[in-house]
């Protein structure tokens, strides 16, 4: 049982690359979340999806794009990455609302565009 | 929208010593409140929560406290050992369906032994 599993674990891009996070989770959660973190902030909410075949936007959406295709996978894409879009991504899930349920993280991806 | 303030940023103790962090939250309407520890270079994890019909919540060495007059809740460390050490964040939500965990901006626990 790995949890949540992210790839890969650091990347580095130059301004205007496109590049796709990938989120997987062997608990068969319906709930899955894309945050971003960075120095000195807490995390904030990018998209979520509350089950295969839908997604919804969070709190800092702007710039990137979410699919979930597969229950156990959730994918972050960056079109056109941006030195702003520098941070550690984090993803989680949940077997339902995270209200009721604990989110489990995974080890987070740290990306670089220069 | 909701806003979290957490203080202090940084926190140093002595091993054994008990820790406080403090967050304070905008929204009267939240009524989830979870804190996560991330130690250094991992995702991070729940620890413990408290939702706004209990005032306070107990697990070991660990207690969460809410005032939901003053909009604040506590995190308490008591004994804290140097596996205490690492970042813990508060946050707060509605219990709503579509609405997002507001962190707060995390507290850095070092526990010197």
């Known amino acids: 049982n790995a949890g949540v599993t992210q790839t890969p674990k650091f990347r580095v891009l130059k301004t205007g690359q496109s590049m796709t996070l990938l989120c997987a989770q062997d608990m068969n959660h319906e709930y899955m979340y894309w945050y971003r973190q960075d120095p000195g902030m807490g995390l904030r909410l990018i998209h979520y999806s509350v089950g295969e075949g839908t997604t919804a936007k969070g709190e800092v959406p702007d710039g990137y794009n979410v699919s979930r295709l597969k229950k156990q996978n959730f994918l972050l894409g960056l079109e056109s990455a941006a030195p702003s879009q520098t941070s550690v991504y984090f993803c989680?899930?949940?077997?339902?609302?995270?209200?009721?349920?604990?989110?489990?993280f995974g080890p987070g991806t740290r990306l670089t565009v220069t | 929208g909701e806003n979290v303030e957490q203080h202090p940023s940084t926190l140093s103790v002595q091993e054994g010593d008990s820790a406080v962090i403090k967050c304070t939250y905008s929204d009267s309407a939240s009524n989830y409140f979870p804190w996560y520890k991330q130690e250094l270079g991992k995702g991070p994890q729940l620890i413990i929560d408290i939702r706004s019909n209990v005032g306070e919540k107990k697990d070991q060495r660990i207690a969460v406290t809410l005032n939901k007059t003053a909009k604040h809740f506590s995190l308490h460390i008591t004994e804290t050992q140097p596996e205490d050490s690492a970042v813990y964040f508060c946050a707060a939500t509605p219990n709503q369906a579509g609405t997002a965990l507001i962190f707060g901006k995390g507290t850095t626990l070092s526990v010197s032994s």
């Open positions: 989680a899930s949940s077997y339902g609302l995270y209200t009721h349920y604990e989110q489990y």
